[in-house]
């Protein structure tokens, strides 16, 4: 099953499913695992080595009808002996199935349990873009718009870079932003992997100011129907200049001239947790007028229960420690 033939049969597939995330995976030593279920769906598996235990890790899938029991059944059959052939104390999945009674009891009869940790942007901010722009600027936060029209008055520019050397800066920048605001960022091998992996799909946007100072970077990932404002950063000037909503607003109109149909903010906080890690920038990204979306959350088949329990133990104190 080619890609192009997933993305016509599952709309809702996104990036992490893809051949260039398994390359990504590759490049950086981790091994990967496709299967396409006889033709009635596909999922990209990576085998992850953690210290706590090994497992199996299915971001934003399977892909399959996950109305039909029959297909239910077989897909998780193969699964576990997949898991169980690579020696992994459980999988972790995150489908791309909205949050609700009937989604969550389809979960819990295949004997998945609740992950005490997220996995992929499981509350995100989707913004439709089929719509015109002058739709999507009366959809924003009024504060949002005057923004948007402040940083074009000011004078900000956004570039946009496809080359490693964008990248090593993006990394660099990102470092510093982590260290202010409390974030693990993702190692350099992991950006140099995107960057090789997704060539010019995977393009580093930087806001400037009129002097041309870097205010705010993001990472977007095109793929398929959507992108992903997958990875952010910004210097001191961002505190001062709306920068960020110059970045946003300039790959709004950058997809759409590309034919992309959405674009996915990745990651806000769940609703009442003030004191989530993404706390901070969800007002900033509902603000753009998105529809706030919420995935199940990731759910476990575990495997050996043995070898399980230290790492549910682990990760629930994880968990308690980052406000996640």
């Known amino acids: 099953m080619s890609w192009a033939k997933v993305l016509e049969d599952f709309p809702e597939a996104n990036f992490l499913q893809s051949p260039e995330w398994r390359r990504v ?15 009635r769906g596909f999922a990209l598996m990576i085998v992850q080595d953690a ?9 934003c899938g399977p892909l399959i009808d996950w109305k039909n029991p029959e297909t239910l059944r077989d897909v998780f059959t193969k699964i576990h002996k997949i898991a169980e052939q690579n020696h992994c104390a459980f999988v972790r999945i995150r489908p791309q199935l909205r949050r609700n009674a009937e989604n969550l009891e389809i979960l819990n009869k295949l004997n998945l349990k609740p992950s005490p940790m997220h996995l992929a942007a499981e509350h995100t901010v ?39 050397e964008a990248f090593l800066e993006f990394h660099h920048v990102q470092d510093e932003t982590a260290k202010r605001q409390h974030f693990i960022p993702p190692k350099l091998p992991v950006l140099l992997a995107e960057h090789d992996a997704f060539g010019d799909n995977a393009t580093i946007y930087i806001a400037k100011s009129p002097e041309g100072q870097p205010v705010a970077y993001g990472l977007i990932i095109v793929n398929g129907r959507e992108a992903d404002y997958y990875e952010a950063a910004s210097t001191e000037l961002n505190r001062k200049l709306p920068g960020a909503h110059a970045l946003i607003w300039q790959a709004i109109k950058d997809l ?36 706030i979306v ?25 968990k308690k420690k980052r406000h996640l």
């Open 294 to 318: 919420e995935y199940v959350p990731a759910h476990d088949l575990v495997i050996n229960k043995l070898k399980y329990l230290p790492n549910l133990i682990v990760e629930r104190a994880r």
């Open 25 to 39: 995976n590759e490049i950086i030593g981790k091994k990967t695992i496709t299967e396409e279920f006889e033709g």
């Open 126 to 164: 989707i913004i439709d873009l089929t719509k015109s722009e002058e739709e999507l600027l009366a959809n924003m936060r009024r504060q949002t718009r005057y923004d948007v029209r402040r940083a074009e008055k000011l004078g900000i520019t956004v570039e946009k870079h496809n080359t490693g």
């Open 256 to 291: 759409k001239a590309k034919g992309v149909e959405r674009f996915n903010l990745w990651g806000i906080a769940p609703p009442n947790q003030p004191h989530h890690r993404y706390a901070g920038v969800t007002t900033f990204k509902t603000g753009f007028g998105g529809e």
């Open 51 to 59: 210290k706590r235990g090994r497992y199996l890790e299915i971001p």
